[in-house]
């Protein structure tokens, strides 16, 4: 079977006792980064010595259906740097060509900077999304932050330390100065920081210099107030785009909170 293995994400006792032990046994580990797999296993003082396997993004697609035949005869432990696998790290392709070959995949639950970084955040955790790693370019970082204005959901961004003061300010002038922001940095570590604020006073706090590991974490956008007019407008707006009146209407009450009904009888009266 193909087993994915979270990692700790910074401290290493957040290993887990099912982690170690797979680690004892497995003859064979495809890994991120074959180094960072060599120090985890000094670290845990496994004696075992499994063969290591790079799995990153420039190989996976290649190596993934050689590494899912392997696992129809043995285990083939997933590893990436830190955290889960799959999760804006390797081994995404790898599952998909294991699910479509009917190959088992399993999963040693344990350390998510993600899971980690909203827990702490104090933001609502009812209904969340994670967006990634914000991009490079601050036209790119703009242009998915508007697309991202309305989103309800709190959000939970990776990004570089270096790049931080600019996406925070990218972000104050897209979502607005007072959106609540948290910046969790080396979480687990010696140096773990939660820092909470507005937009605009994370921008000017990270203008100063941060380093580490940074995760991100936004709140959702505040309910925003339609008109029954206004509303019908977008439907139409919809309609004329090539979507259905019935689907339109059924989108837009799912955006505004408004009938659905009313939308679409309105839609039709116009």
């Not at 955040?121 to 790693?133: K, Q, V």
Request: proline share 4%.
């Amino acid at each position: 079977m193909i087993i994915l293995g979270a990692t700790p994400i910074g401290n290493l006792s957040d290993a887990t006792t099912r982690l170690v032990e797979t680690l004892e046994r497995v003859s064979v580990v495809a890994a991120e980064d074959t180094r960072t797999t060599v120090k985890l296993l000094r670290g845990l003082g496994i004696e075992n010595r499994p063969e290591l396997l790079a799995l990153h993004d420039h190989n996976e697609r290649v190596r993934a259906a050689d590494l899912v035949n392997r696992a129809r005869d043995e285990d083939i432990l997933v590893l990436s740097d830190a955290g889960m696998p799959t999760v804006s790290d390797p081994g995404f392709h790898l599952v998909e060509a294991a699910a479509a070959a009917d190959v088992r995949v399993t999963i040693l639950p344990g350390p998510s900077a993600v899971l980690s970084a909203l827990a702490v955040s104090g933001l609502p955790t009812d209904r969340f999304c994670f967006e990634g790693f914000l991009p490079r370019k601050s036209g790119e970082r703009r242009a998915a932050f508007t697309e991202l204005a309305d989103e309800r959901r709190t959000m939970v961004f990776f990004d570089s330390p270096n790049r931080l003061a600019a996406s925070l300010a990218d972000m104050a002038e897209v979502f607005g100065a007072e959106r609540r922001v948290v910046v969790c940095r080396e979480l687990t570590k010696l140096y773990e920081e939660v820092k909470r604020g507005s937009a605009a006073e994370l921008a000017e706090w990270a203008a100063e210099g941060v380093r580490g590991e940074i995760c991100v974490v936004v709140a959702g956008a505040p309910a925003r107030e339609f008109s029954l007019e206004d509303a019908i407008a977008r439907v139409r707006s919809l309609v004329e785009s090539g979507v259905r009146t019935k689907d339109a209407a059924t989108q837009v009450a799912a955006e505004t909170g408004l009938g659905k009904r009313d939308l679409y009888e309105g839609a039709l009266a116009r």
